[in-house]
Protein backbone atom coordinates (compact mmCIF):
# COMPACT_ATOMS: atom_id res chain seq x y z
CA UNK A 1 0.00 0.00 0.00
CA UNK A 2 2.62 2.18 0.78
CA UNK A 3 5.03 1.44 -1.91
CA UNK A 4 2.16 2.14 -4.77
CA UNK A 5 2.39 6.28 -3.17
CA UNK A 6 6.30 6.17 -3.79
CA UNK A 7 7.33 8.84 -6.14
CA UNK A 8 3.79 9.99 -6.52
CA UNK A 9 2.32 7.21 -7.62
CA UNK A 10 4.81 6.65 -10.24
CA UNK A 11 4.72 3.07 -10.02
CA UNK A 12 2.09 0.60 -11.72
CA UNK A 13 0.37 -1.82 -8.99
CA UNK A 14 1.55 -4.23 -11.51
CA UNK A 15 4.74 -3.88 -10.73
CA UNK A 16 4.69 -3.14 -7.22
CA UNK A 17 2.75 -6.71 -7.13
CA UNK A 18 5.57 -8.31 -8.67
CA UNK A 19 8.18 -6.08 -5.89
CA UNK A 20 5.81 -8.02 -3.25
CA UNK A 21 5.78 -11.28 -4.41
CA UNK A 22 9.49 -11.06 -4.08
CA UNK A 23 10.30 -12.60 -7.48
CA UNK A 24 13.36 -9.97 -7.79
CA UNK A 25 15.08 -10.49 -4.17
CA UNK A 26 13.97 -11.73 -1.13
CA UNK A 27 12.53 -9.73 1.67
CA UNK A 28 14.60 -9.76 4.92
CA UNK A 29 11.60 -8.42 7.13
CA UNK A 30 10.13 -11.57 9.74
CA UNK A 31 6.59 -9.57 8.89
CA UNK A 32 4.63 -11.31 6.30
CA UNK A 33 3.94 -9.14 2.95
CA UNK A 34 6.56 -6.14 4.67
CA UNK A 35 8.90 -4.87 3.31
CA UNK A 36 12.51 -4.17 5.80
CA UNK A 37 14.44 -1.23 5.94
CA UNK A 38 17.38 -3.05 3.54
CA UNK A 39 14.58 -4.35 0.82
CA UNK A 40 13.21 -1.09 0.69
CA UNK A 41 16.73 0.68 0.30
CA UNK A 42 17.44 -2.40 -2.32
CA UNK A 43 14.37 -1.18 -3.98
CA UNK A 44 15.26 2.72 -3.76
CA UNK A 45 18.72 2.32 -4.96
CA UNK A 46 16.71 -0.02 -8.12
CA UNK A 47 14.08 2.38 -8.78
CA UNK A 48 16.69 5.90 -9.17
CA UNK A 49 19.43 4.18 -10.92
CA UNK A 50 17.64 1.84 -13.41
CA UNK A 51 21.31 1.43 -15.49
CA UNK A 52 23.44 -0.23 -12.73
CA UNK A 53 23.80 -4.22 -13.37
CA UNK A 54 22.34 -5.26 -10.07
CA UNK A 55 19.36 -2.56 -10.94
CA UNK A 56 19.14 -4.57 -14.28
CA UNK A 57 18.93 -7.82 -12.81
CA UNK A 58 16.35 -6.63 -10.24
CA UNK A 59 13.61 -5.27 -13.00
CA UNK A 60 14.39 -7.73 -15.09
CA UNK A 61 13.55 -10.42 -12.64
CA UNK A 62 10.26 -8.38 -12.31
CA UNK A 63 9.29 -7.82 -16.33
CA UNK A 64 10.36 -12.03 -16.89
CA UNK A 65 7.29 -12.88 -15.54
CA UNK A 66 7.69 -16.63 -16.48
CA UNK A 67 11.38 -16.72 -15.35
CA UNK A 68 13.21 -18.09 -18.61
CA UNK A 69 15.66 -15.91 -18.95
CA UNK A 70 13.69 -13.52 -21.83
CA UNK A 71 11.31 -10.60 -22.19
CA UNK A 72 8.89 -11.25 -24.43
CA UNK A 73 6.21 -8.97 -26.71
CA UNK A 74 3.91 -10.40 -24.39
CA UNK A 75 5.20 -9.81 -20.92
CA UNK A 76 6.22 -5.95 -22.04
CA UNK A 77 2.62 -5.40 -23.21
CA UNK A 78 1.14 -6.51 -20.05
CA UNK A 79 3.22 -3.68 -17.81
CA UNK A 80 2.91 -1.21 -20.08
CA UNK A 81 -1.13 -2.18 -20.75
CA UNK A 82 -1.49 -0.13 -17.07
CA UNK A 83 0.94 2.92 -18.28
CA UNK A 84 -1.64 2.93 -21.30
CA UNK A 85 -4.66 3.19 -18.91
CA UNK A 86 -3.14 5.65 -16.63
CA UNK A 87 -2.15 7.86 -19.67
CA UNK A 88 -5.98 7.70 -20.75
CA UNK A 89 -7.12 8.54 -17.10
CA UNK A 90 -4.95 11.94 -16.69
CA UNK A 91 -5.62 12.99 -20.58
CA UNK A 92 -2.54 12.58 -21.99
CA UNK A 93 -2.18 11.37 -25.25
CA UNK A 94 -1.57 7.35 -25.35
CA UNK A 95 1.75 5.61 -26.88
CA UNK A 96 0.57 2.46 -28.62
CA UNK A 97 2.58 -0.21 -27.30
CA UNK A 98 3.30 -1.15 -31.12
CA UNK A 99 5.04 2.51 -31.15
CA UNK A 100 6.67 1.51 -27.52
CA UNK A 101 8.11 -1.39 -29.06
CA UNK A 102 9.51 -0.67 -32.28
CA UNK A 103 11.00 2.13 -29.86
CA UNK A 104 12.25 -0.22 -27.33
CA UNK A 105 14.11 -2.60 -30.26
CA UNK A 106 15.66 0.76 -31.25
CA UNK A 107 16.96 1.51 -28.05
CA UNK A 108 18.08 -1.77 -27.20
CA UNK A 109 19.28 -3.33 -30.38
CA UNK A 110 18.72 -7.04 -29.30
CA UNK A 111 20.39 -10.03 -30.66
CA UNK A 112 17.03 -11.28 -31.33
CA UNK A 113 14.05 -8.90 -31.96
CA UNK A 114 11.39 -11.40 -31.17
CA UNK A 115 12.44 -11.46 -27.41
CA UNK A 116 15.16 -9.26 -25.07
CA UNK A 117 17.84 -10.60 -22.37
CA UNK A 118 19.25 -9.27 -19.89
CA UNK A 119 22.49 -9.52 -21.78
CA UNK A 120 20.90 -7.61 -24.57
CA UNK A 121 19.79 -5.05 -21.72
CA UNK A 122 23.23 -4.83 -19.73
CA UNK A 123 24.86 -4.13 -23.41
CA UNK A 124 23.07 -0.43 -23.67
CA UNK A 125 23.23 2.42 -22.17
CA UNK A 126 19.34 3.12 -23.00
CA UNK A 127 18.18 0.07 -20.70
CA UNK A 128 17.19 2.02 -17.70
CA UNK A 129 14.59 3.72 -19.81
CA UNK A 130 12.84 0.46 -21.02
CA UNK A 131 11.77 -0.06 -17.59
CA UNK A 132 10.21 3.24 -16.90
CA UNK A 133 8.45 3.00 -19.91
CA UNK A 134 7.09 -0.33 -18.95
CA UNK A 135 6.15 0.76 -15.31
CA UNK A 136 7.00 4.65 -13.75
CA UNK A 137 5.09 6.62 -15.41
CA UNK A 138 6.49 9.84 -13.91
CA UNK A 139 10.03 9.26 -15.69
CA UNK A 140 8.11 7.63 -19.09
CA UNK A 141 6.46 10.87 -19.22
CA UNK A 142 9.72 12.87 -18.86
CA UNK A 143 11.19 10.57 -21.46
CA UNK A 144 8.57 11.34 -23.94
CA UNK A 145 8.87 15.25 -23.77
CA UNK A 146 12.50 15.49 -23.86
CA UNK A 147 14.09 17.94 -26.03
CA UNK A 148 16.75 16.00 -28.22
CA UNK A 149 18.69 19.18 -28.83
CA UNK A 150 19.49 19.53 -25.06
CA UNK A 151 20.37 15.43 -24.61
CA UNK A 152 23.24 16.04 -27.43
CA UNK A 153 24.05 19.29 -25.59
CA UNK A 154 24.06 16.96 -22.73
CA UNK A 155 26.38 14.12 -24.62
CA UNK A 156 28.49 16.93 -25.97
CA UNK A 157 29.30 18.52 -22.45
CA UNK A 158 29.85 15.05 -20.88
CA UNK A 159 32.14 14.54 -23.79
CA UNK A 160 34.15 17.58 -23.51
CA UNK A 161 34.23 17.32 -19.91
CA UNK A 162 36.14 14.18 -19.77
CA UNK A 163 38.37 14.48 -22.76
CA UNK A 164 41.35 16.87 -21.55
CA UNK A 165 43.02 17.91 -24.61
CA UNK A 166 39.08 19.66 -26.17
CA UNK A 167 38.83 22.78 -25.11
CA UNK A 168 36.10 23.77 -23.42
CA UNK A 169 35.73 27.77 -24.76
CA UNK A 170 36.16 28.15 -28.58
Not at 29 to 39: A, F, P, T
Not at 77 to 86: G, I, N, P, S, T
Request: glycine share 4%.
Amino acid sequence: ENLIRYGNHALTYRIVDRIFSQVPRKFTSKVEGKMGYEDFVYFILAEEDKSSEPSLEYWFKCIDLDGNGILTRNEMQFFYEEQLHRMECMAQEPVLFEDILCQIIDMIKPEAESYITLRDLKGSKLSGSVFNILFNLNKFMAFETRDPFLIRQVHVLIYVGTNRSVRILH
